[in-house]
């Protein structure tokens, strides 16, 4: 049993639930016409054309994942975090997390949480919302440490 796979187990006994909700569609016509994003111009011009509503993706869907994971308040680490890491993170508030894991709930996989969008994914634990700000691998490649912020 491979590092990775004993702390997914530890993940699914151990840890608490939430549910990761992760936005993906095909890309608006706009985000590509001149390179540069979302662009309202271009849905002045072409107004037959599908239309992203500035979210830059059109028939998009979000996927619901159940996961397991451990929760604790930033804060309680805080004097803790290494300057370079305060650096990327900002400013964190009280109610900030951080999060090891992720483990599926139906699979007992890793979840990659590296790729999910800031501004369009987020993270549901304890009936609130939060955005994942930043993502490290944990040594070995076990599993995954993140930060959350409130949404
Ligand atoms: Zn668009």
Redesign the pocket.
Known sequence: MSKQSRFMAFCLRNGESATISNSSGTA????NWRGSG??PE??RLYPASA??NGT?LVSSSTAQTNVKAFFYPLGMVGTKIPEDIKTVIGETVEGDLIMYGTANTSTAALVDISALEEQEDYIAYNSKNYKVRKVYDMPHGTGQVAILVRK
């Open positions: 608006c016509p706009c985000w979302y662009s271009y849905h239309n992203c830059g």
